[in-house]
């Protein structure tokens, strides 16, 4: 069995589109989270620390974010005061 010539370029573009998925699911769990914690509180700590937890922990970030974020979100806080 003889391997095809140009095998490096297919291992090469696999890595390369992997890769460019993996970076767009991180890229937008980030923007998810920005999004989310700007509509839950106004306190830019909280805002910077969420982002930084997402940043550096990727998915057990989402995960730990989601348990410890506030539930509701700062429009439904007003509306029910």
């Known amino acids: 069995m003889t391997l095809p010539a140009n095998l490096d370029v297919f291992a090469s573009a ?26 839950r509180t ?4 909280a805002q910077i620390l ?5 940043a550096v922990f990727t998915l057990p970030g989402v995960l730990i974010y989601v348990l410890l974020r506030p539930k509701e979100t700062l429009v439904e806080a007003y509306e029910r005061s």
């Open 14 to 39: 696999l890595v390369f589109v992997i890769g460019a998925y993996l970076v767009a699911i991180y890229v937008g769990l980030l923007v998810w989270t920005w999004r989310d914690v700007r509509t």
């Open 42 to 45: 106004r306190d830019v700590l």
């Open 50 to 54: 969420a982002i930084l937890l997402v």
